[in-house]
């Protein structure tokens, strides 16, 4: 599947073939009847699914028809429009040697199995994104969320994954920052690292907020959560020094120790001293973040990060199954309306806005994201072991994500939604008390909602929590939403407080995972940055540079952190819509790096630039728009600096109408840090755009460019490309089996 602009590659002929031919691969993939029927089935259910959840849609909906309509759209995205890319833009090689082959240093070079490496990248990209977004953004209602998270992961946030990953890959597993400096020149390059540099920041002070809120007063999460850290401790100890290679082993120890966390944390939060110790101060609980992301980072990966990583992936997948199974049993009916009215007029209590375009920025992770071309440009490259795997774990896993974020739409809209409005309103609306939150919600004059404070009550003392109000941040209103399912489904009512505090430890491992792992890969950055005028700076064994660059990332997002946990107009409900916007401007700008690739590729490549050029053209659209609106707008409910005017100009005047000076203060300097931020974070992402729009014009004209790819380097190995192996990849395995064989016995001669 070698393009005619590649250089022809001349494997060993002493060795079987490392990938299969062209007629192989045609074969393979060849229309019969079976296939015929199996497609069309699945073509068939999707549509019914979609025409269930946006036409038919009546009273209520069942929640069967989300989980339909999201598998089947991702099956076909996957068999076809992921096939255009890979046949026409990617065009993937495999007698080309990957990174992780030529450069094999056993550290950051590893040829891995690829469905090792599925878990591994699925763990590294998954965090707080597609389990909070989708919850905030269900006060708009479930339609627009569910279009833009399953046809934009299909068309826009898989796209970008598969691309980077494969760029990444073919360029020595540069990260995206290098491979802008390399695409773009010394402007676009710079502005491209910096706007990385400063949106990592703002991303893991975010996924650090989440669990804040998550754990803020609850003793048995903080318990629970807290566990996790020496069982992950004692995971990487066991695997590397007493039994090695064990991973089954201590898989089953994991788990085991995990449910006797939450199990104890239930117990420990029942006795008088468990409840006093643990029943932490939001600011206490960030504090010790902080310090864990610092510590955590400069730890060696094989004691905390990998094991963590490992039990994250576990839980990740697992539940995300299990709780879509539990949804085509109980088939819950959703009573949301497809548009409420806060979509219709944008003035929510969860956040304020327009649909178009916060919802889009509300809703990053599920449908597209930034933060993922680090992932994809960072660690994954350089641990794939062939070219033809980069289409299954890049663009597989990003389905993988979204199906997650549906997952959790479904969750917060299965619950009562005047509970969801008494959670996700924040404190000084709702006063943070149930007498408060019951008139708050009551005053919506939302049709069928009336709640009363025994509903509020009653639902706490159900999941074990001295109250569910103003518990922002996504977080709470997923694990209410997947207990109230579960329990249904699996233990009753009796169960309703395991399976919240289950889901909320399951959360809290999606998000640490994210921000250790962020930290580490900012970590990397910064050190390649300063590394240009210090180049001792880019040795990453070098101790004091290693410290020096994590504790400037860790007081970086350390001090938004601080902000937000601090912020009397709710955290998360003001610094969420700035993390969306900035989350998406990095995927324009990675989209932006490989539109300028593809363009230099050659004449072949043009007709199918528009795979690229779409996608990033619509997140141009709507995150400049959204930093404008943010920057811009005269209503203080949206633009930062038009609700900075207003309590700037109480507090001149002396107006206690806003509340105390001590929190008039606070949200005048943290509407200054986010209007600023705004404008640093859009104006970086245009000058990144306009130079990529430039260069790949200018390739269009010569009908090409310079070609940036390492040299390639025969392959001496092989690997199927799929999860599953077909009939031609068995055989050509069944080959290669004598030679892994040899390979295991004498692996200090390979």
């Known amino acids: 599947m070698s393009s005619t602009d590649d250089p022809e590659v001349i494997t060993d002929p002493k060795l079987p073939p490392v990938a299969l031919t062209d007629e192989q691969l045609a074969k393979s993939s060849r229309w019969t009847l079976p296939k015929i029927l199996i497609w069309a089935a699945i073509a068939v259910l999707g549509g019914i699914a979609w025409v269930m959840l946006a036409i038919v849609r009546g009273e209520t909906v069942n929640a069967i028809w989300f989980v339909f309509a999201a598998v089947c759209t991702y099956l076909i995205g996957y068999r076809f429009y992921s096939k255009v890319i890979e046949r026409y833009i990617t065009r993937p090689d495999d007698r080309r040697a990957t990174p992780a082959e030529v450069k094999q240093d056993g550290k950051d070079y590893v040829p891995t199995d690829r469905r090792v490496l599925y878990g591994h990248h699925f763990a590294a990209i998954a965090g707080a994104g597609p389990l909070v977004g989708p919850v905030l953004a269900a006060q708009m209602g479930y339609l627009p969320g569910t279009i833009w998270i399953i046809v934009g992961v299909v068309l826009a946030g898989a796209v970008q994954d598969y691309t980077v990953l494969f760029f990444s890959m073919r360029r020595g597993g540069r990260t995206i920052g290098q491979m802008a400096r390399q695409e ?33 007063e609850s003793p048995w999460g903080v318990f629970s959560v807290s566990m996790t850290i020496p069982i992950a401790l004692f ?41 006093t110790f643990f029943h932490l101060d939001r600011e206490v609980i960030a504090w010790g973040i902080i310090i864990y992301g610092f510590i955590a980072a400069i730890l060696p990966v094989w004691l905390l990060l990998a094991p963590r990583d490992y039990l994250s ?30 979509g219709e007029n944008g003035n929510g209590p969860v956040f304020s806005g327009a649909l178009f375009p916060f919802l889009f920025v509300t809703i990053a992770c599920g449908a597209l994201s930034g933060f993922h071309a680090l992932i994809s440009s960072g660690t994954t490259p350089k641990l794939i072991e062939k070219e033809r795997q ?37 404190a000084a609306l709702t006063g943070g008390t ?72 399951f959360e809290a491992l999606f998000i640490l995972t994210a921000v250790d792992a962020g930290t580490r890969v900012a970590r990397f950055m910064l050190q390649d940055t300063i590394g240009a005028w210090v180049p001792k700076f880019r040795d990453v064994s070098w101790r004091p540079g290693v410290w020096i660059t994590t504790a400037i990332m860790v007081a970086g997002w350390g001090y938004i952190l601080i902000l937000g946990v601090t912020d009397p107009l709710g955290g998360i409900n003001t610094f969420f819509p700035l993390f969306g ?26 007709r199918w630039l528009w795979i690229v050029a779409l996608p990033l053209a619509f997140t141009a659209v709507i995150t400049i728009t959204a930093s404008m609106y943010k920057i811009f707008s005269p209503d203080p409910s949206v633009g930062y600096w ?60 010569r009908g090409g460019g310079e070609n940036t790819e390492d040299e390639p380097v025969a392959s001496r190995r092989y690997a199927p490309a799929g999860f599953l192996a077909t009939p031609a990849e068995r055989e050509l395995e069944k080959q290669w089996e004598p030679i892994l064989e040899e390979e295991r016995r004498s692996p200090a001669q390979h």
């Open 235 to 275: 995971m990487g100890v066991y695997l590397r020094y007493l039994r090695p290679g064990k991973v089954t082993e201590i898989s089953i120890i994991g788990f085991v120790l995990l449910l006797a966390a939450i199990i104890g944390g239930g117990w420990v939060a029942g006795t008088e001293w468990g409840a």
């Open 581 to 606: 916007i900035a989350n998406q401007l990095l995927a324009a700008i990675a989209l932006a790096v490989v539109m300028a690739i593809v363009a230099k590729r050659g004449k072949n490549y043009l």
């Open 184 to 216: 773009l020149g010394k402007i676009g390059g710079a502005a491209a690292m910096l706007a990385a540099l400063l949106i990592m920041i703002i991303i893991v002070a975010i996924l650090a907020l989440v669990v804040v809120n998550a754990l803020g």
């Open 390 to 426: 980069t289409r299954f774990i890049g663009y597989g896993g990003m389905l993988m994500e979204s199906f997650v974020a549906i997952m959790a739409l479904v969750a917060a809209i299965s619950i009562d939604q005047g509970i969801y409005f008494a959670m996700n309103s924040p």
């Open 434 to 505: 149930v007498e408060g939150a019951v008139a708050f919600v009551n005053s919506l004059g939302l049709t069928g909602v009336q709640i009363t404070p025994e509903m509020l009550t009653g639902t706490a003392a159900d999941v074990g929590e001295p109250s569910i109000v103003s518990r922002t941040g996504g977080a709470p209103t997923l694990a209410l939403g997947l207990a109230h399912i579960m329990q249904q489904a699996l233990g009753g009512q009796a169960l309703m407080a395991f399976w919240y505090h289950f889901a909320i430890m």
């Open 642 to 701: 038009a609700n900075n005017f207003k309590y700037r100009a109480a507090l001149e005047a002396g107006d206690g109408s806003l509340g105390e000076t001590i929190t008039v203060e606070a949200v005048i300097r943290n509407t200054a840090v986010q209007g600023t931020l705004s404008i640093i974070f859009v104006v970086l992402a245009i000058i990144v755009m306009i130079v990529a729009v430039i260069v790949t014009i200018q390739a269009v004209i």
């Open 313 to 342: 992936t576990f839980m990740k997948i697992g539940v995300i199954v299990m709780l879509a199974g539990a949804i085509v049993i109980v088939r819950p009916e959703i009573s949301v309306p497809a548009i409420t009215v806060f």
